[in-house]
């Protein structure tokens, strides 16, 4: 890289300092349409990238509907504003004239400081006592959860100390050095023994902290009963759907690939996965009819087009045209075609990767047959749990602040929690004097529009019987022996369906 | 580079001395017009960044509610007075994006390490004052496309801020991850083209082009911090780059860096096999984390200068203030874990993280202490710079506080993603981080545009924005607390939550009187630039070489020969000097001028400020930085 500006120089690249402009047949060496005109050339490929998706006007315009009492508000605040501020002006032009000081703002500032202390320790008193007891400390529904309640307090002891101290300490300075033209500041650099101090301190206390902090993430995080019972938490945009694994006490295995509407967590059932494929196949054909057809298609767009243009209706029924000329564009682009293309190809991927698993006797071992698919979670106190994660389409995150649990659900990666309840629903609600309480399960990362409702109930019962009984209540995913199968589709008119259950058979 | 040499070519080229409008203030390589570029810039980002916050806070504080304003301002996103779900999440977003990066990277370090950087060291200009245009140039194309997405038929990025694939890779999982989306990756490339630029040329200048005298040790902290700061923004951005190109690849290109297993409803299952989300935090928090330090380091700098200048005494323990600088920029690169506690990681890479973490509090809080030990037996004038630096020691530590609770990974589990972290956050790098850029601005602005500002309307400024966010944040950390989710729509459909309806109007209403106190700032601001009373040269009696300069600006900064260094710089309130400062520039009437001590002769054959030449300077503190020559 040669030297930039010196070459800029001696090449003249600087050709926008003496540039004249010819823009639209008008002559100009204005300097603001010169600078219009270089704008306007570095952001014409960004607008040509966004330019059909760019709103030109969000409503019509249409002053009689605007909300014309709230804008006159806020003008008439600033206006306000803006009066008070000039106001200011005059004070300090008066004591200018004067000579007099009227005020003397470092003293204010001064005291303003120690007032804004104590009224801010008195709000943070008062904030604990008004919502204190909504915090979700001391009370924790999980045994875990009062390791780590615990490990709140301590930190909780320590950091709240140092906070009123150095606040404290950082007003009373402000009040306590303001400045005085007769008195001299303290002329020092550093105090070796003091730093140290304050290094070493904070260091041991830390470690203290940390040392904690490791011991209750490991506890939480690895030391897992063996004997847990296991619940699979499903999510996806936007709800929560959870599993158990039934009779056999074996959660059947689930593949993304598997899913469909009447099998919404994927699960390795072979009628379910049978009937998908076919289902997927489908609508291949449809799909592949749509694309023989496109060209009369085309023309049917073409003339409708055509029609909108010719009679002005295109002036007449803005919004129709526009989504008209949009299917009309893609058509004739050939983006349309490529995206049905797409879509029969991801269909097909699909197919062959479900007969790929369905040759697999460890995939479908039948244990997915009696799982329980389930809109609530019930549990039981006492006892251990761990929560398989599962995410359908995007990141979730399950959280259940009342048994400080919390894990993200990862496409792609299952993640698990384990944790043992150790107080009722009904408990808590006496405790908490709410008949109407319940543990909620919610999703806290961010998922698209409905992200702030998508919740589960979590019922602890008190003991395993209630717990059955409400199992019982609970559809197994196939319908037990005594009541007719599902068919199998015997008369599967696709050939991938037939080699299916050749090789199932 | 020399004046003189400079005006003599300049000279010849054109006729006139008088510079074109355009090279003066639009395509100006000028180190002082790009920073009042990038504050300007900065600046009309806050506000958008400020607005976006208060219209989401509206509809937090009254969901049922319908504002008729909200429709005339946002049309179909703002249908019947409230505000679309949808949009919501775009409004996060890009209140996010914009005030991380557009206002607290660009705004702050672009402006206060344009400005300083050469005035403090005593260099002419930055070593490539191109490049330097070039970066501003990049910022304000980037904020240009950041605007555009917003008016997008399917809205802005709506991911959040740190866009987590698959949501943002997935155009069909929301609208805002179609074209919005694919802006905002623009946005961010052209931003990180303009941030590298700008931070290489602050390291070389800082490395190559100080002033005879000028030692590193000699140098204000101010420029330490710019320096560590560069250094990150050097070193991390590049990996968001990176990552923002897989993400553009897999939007666009059907790969699947972090695609796997997904079933979209109305699409079915992709093909995309093998790829982590997981990956992209990591990538991403790469950057993330130092990114935080990039925005407070500036600020904590800043603050040391205000607060040793207002205070009238030397700034305690500057070595410990420096290394503690240091080390925080060296773990800052380490412990992007504790963003991910959660997502699945090894709880034993969990456990990792967490010690480095919290490792970093050691240094943050030698340099709370090292701020109050300043204070303590000062003479203290409360400036309205002095006042907001008072303001970032306190955000300082009640934010930094609560970093002890989330840097523990066992706490995290109950607290992530609560408003507790939107506390912790707001207050520790953004309120501080913003108070830090607001005592630059009042404390610098006589430097910048030769003009006072009113301090009056300053102090009013202050204690407003300092209660409202004190208001605004404070009762966030009993929501999280409570386990109240971040980045809900309402809470109304939960009636758990019901409880902090009050809160919420509170915050909101906070919310409203700081946006409110804003216009003290913009009003004192924009008026004070033109009519604002005229300068003396030294007004806060200060002594870093800055204020040797003339009030008028000066392409090449120095009419003269660029001053000598002799000392420190915080010698304020010396006993055996009769004025309460002693700047750096001014010889010690003591010894003799020619012969500074302390083996100081070295400094000004290595420096050689009179050299000429930008990229032989770039070139030579890349060969120091590797320790080639």
Redesign the interface.
Known sequence: ??????F??RKNL?W??KMKLNLFGVKSNS?FK??LA?FGL??TP??L??AD???A???EFNPMA??W???LT?VL??LI??VI?RS??I??LTEKITGKTIVS??N???W??II?LVL?LI??WY??KV?GK????GDSASAH?E??DS??YW?FG??FF??VI??V???Y??YK????KN?????????NK??II??IV??IV?TF??LR??S???K???DIDKNSEEIEVFG??FGWKARYAGDDKQMGTA???F?SGSNPL?VAEDSAVSSLVQE?NGEIVKLEAVKAAIEDSSKLWKAQYDRYVSTGMSSSYPEEFKIMKSKYNDLISGAYERQLEKDI???N??IK?ILAYQKDHETFNGTAKDDKITTEIVIVKNKPYILK?RA????H?A?I??F?????C????P?SFAFTPIRTTAEARATKNDP?FDY?L????????????M?IKITVVGSEEEYKTWLATQTPFVAPPAAPAAPTAPKADSTAVKQGTVVKN | MSTAALHAEHDSHHHDHKESFISKYVFSMDHKMISRQFLITGIIMGIIGMGMSLLFRLQLAWPDEQFGILETLLGKWGKDGKIDPNFYMGLVTIHGTIMVFYVLTAGLSGTFSNLLIPLQVGARDMASPFMNMLSYWFFFMSSVVLLISIFVETGPASAGWTVYPPLSALEKAMPGSGMGMTLWLVAIALFIVSSLLGGINYISTVLNMRTKGMSMNRMPLTIWAFFFTAILGVLSFPVLLGAALFLIFDRSFGTSFYLSDIYLEGVGALENIGGSPVLYQHLFWFLGHPEVYIILMPALGITSEVISTNARKPIFGYTAMVISLMGIAILSFIVWGHHMFITGMNPFLGSVFMILTLIIAVPSAVKAFNYLATLWKGNLRFTPAMLFSIGLVSFFISGGLTGIYLGNAAMDIQLHDSYFVVAHFHLVMGSAAIFGMFAGIYHWFPKMFGRMMNNTLGYFHFWFTFISAYLVFFPMHFMGLAGVPRRYYQFTLLKEFDVWMDVNKLITVAAIIGGIAQLFFLWNFFYSIFKGKKSTQNPWESNTLEWSTPVEHLHGNWPGEIPTVYRGPHEYSRPDRELDYFPQYLPDETAPVTAPQEGEQTAPTEVVPEKTVESSVFFAAIKRVFGLS
């Open positions: 890289m040669a030297d930039i500006s010196k800029a120089r600087f926008f300092r300097l010169k600078t270089i570095m952001l960004i607008f990238l966004a998706d760019v709103v006007a969000p409503t605007w909300d009492s709230s804008i806020l605040a600033i504003i803006l501020a200011f002006d004070g300090s703002w470092n204010v500032n001064a303003a400081g804004f801010g709000g943070v904030e604990m919502h909504y915090l979700k400390l959860g390791t780590l490990m709140f930190t320590f950091t140092v906070f150095t606040e300490l950082l007003f300075f402000m050095y303001k400045y005085d008195r001299k500041a303290a002329y020092f650099f550093h105090n003091l730093e304050w290094t904070p260091a830390l902290l940390v902090g490791f209750t993430w490991t939480i995080t690895t996806y945009q593949n993304f690939n899913i994927g997927l190809k991801r269909k991927t699909a990767r994660f359908r389409d995007v990141i995150s959280y602040p009342e400080r649990v919390q894990m993200n990862v496409p792609g990666m993640t109407e909620y919610f999703c806290n990362k961010i998922c698209g529009a409905a992200h702030y409702n919740k």
